[in-house]
């Protein structure tokens, strides 16, 4: 069995043009089970425990419970997270935008975020999201905003209405058997300086089965390491600058197994391998996975 101490070295790095250094692998907070409260709770706070400190939440998520649950894990510890929230689109005009930030930080029971994103495109012109974003940084609620679900004809339009350095992040499906981002949004962000952070990175549940060829092939390169096949994905997904995955975890051990693959290096020929035997497919659009 695979070690779970790896966490001892959890890799930070800069958040896009944000100044805060960001673990690469943080935490996901959608179907949080509000039925296991309790354990969910100690699964957040063991995982900051570990050095999973970015959390990553929403309004959407459990219609405002997620949000109520991560404000109980991070109650006494708020100055250890980096805490991020989503606006959704159908809130997303200026004064909406404001307002629901300030819902979610009565449910966070926090004064601030530190990171604001639109969780995707909406029906509102972005000025308007942009603007309520520019508001919220200057009254001190949000440190920092992004966005999520961007292709890069949205990139274009938020760079050129709030300009460089503004656009924190693009929060984007990302994991071993949809590497579609790698086209174009990646690229895009490497160029520009924005964080990509990989959600569903075990594709939401669906992992590669040890009776798969690519499953077989993480087995091989995380017994190598000491580690597990989870491990060697988070650490495939994050394993260049600007990347970071935030998989989500109600059990614990799951929490600590995650955390692990904070400082798990991969070699040039293991990248390789991995990149061959889970391809990158066609171009699609960004949607959100819901
Ligand atoms: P995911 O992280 O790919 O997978 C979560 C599933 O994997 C859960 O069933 C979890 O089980 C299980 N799991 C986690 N660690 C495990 C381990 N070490 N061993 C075995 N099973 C493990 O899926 P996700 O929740 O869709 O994505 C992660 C986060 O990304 C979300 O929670 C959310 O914060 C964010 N997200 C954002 C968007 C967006 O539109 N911006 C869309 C989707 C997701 P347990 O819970 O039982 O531990």
Redesign the pocket.
Known sequence: MASVTRWLGMQFRRFGPAKEQVSVIGQ????LDPGSRASVVTALRQGLDFGMRHI??AELYGDGEAERIVGDAIAGRRDEVFLVS?VLPRNATRLGTIAACERSLARLRTDHLDCYLL??RGPYPLEETIAGFEQLVFRGKIHHWGV??FDVPDLEEALSIAGPDQITCD?V?Y?LQERAIEHAVLPWCLRHGVAIVA???????HFPSSHTRGGRLLEQIAEAHNATP?QVALAFLVCRDLLFA??????PE?TA??AGAGNLRLSDEELLKIDRAFPVGPPRREL??L
């Open positions: 996901g907070t959608w179907y990553d939440t989503k969780h995707w999520s679900n929060q499906l994991h959600y569903s990175p075990f594709g939401h549940g989870r935030i998989p989500k975890a109600s059990n799951h197994e995650n959100p996975m």
